[in-house]
């Protein structure tokens, strides 16, 4: 199970929808038993049958919005406002390259004020303990 199947499966236990079996610990009689209490319990169908019913009570159906929004960006010539700003970014200010400049500058020259300091301290030092 990869990236957000165990947010997925918390989710289907708390709706009711399903049960969470952890992955490591699963047997045979342990996915048996899940999935006959699943399909012996109505509760687990109602439940789903609630939650759709929720997700499809919409005002009208997906096919007549999406047609709606196509004749609206038709009515509007492509309706540019309807874009993002960052559709009108060049790619320098896309990647905020002044940014990783200003960035790598400041590391460079920290690095070099540095290795300077410490050379003048490493001279200073042999000299004083030469002398």
Not at 66 to 87: C, D, F, Q, T
Request: proline share 2%; charged share 25%.
């Amino acid at each position: 199970m990869l990236g957000d199947q165990w947010y997925n499966a918390e989710k289907y236990e708390y709706h009711k929808i399903g049960i969470q079996l952890d992955f490591e610990n699963l047997t045979e009689d342990k996915l048996k038993d899940a999935i006959t209490k699943i399909v012996d319990d109505k509760s687990y169908k109602d439940n789903v049958a609630r939650l759709r019913s929720l997700m499809q009570d919409q005002a009208q159906p997906p096919i007549e919005r999406a047609m709606w929004w196509i004749n609206y960006v038709l009515r509007h010539g492509g309706a540019k406002h309807l874009k993002s700003p960052s559709s009108n970014l060049s790619w320098t200010e896309y990647y905020e390259i002044e940014l990783v400049i200003i960035v790598v500058l400041s590391f460079v020259i920290t690095i070099t004020l540095l290795s300077i300091l410490i050379r003048y301290l490493y001279n200073s030092f042999c000299a004083a303990s030469s002398a």
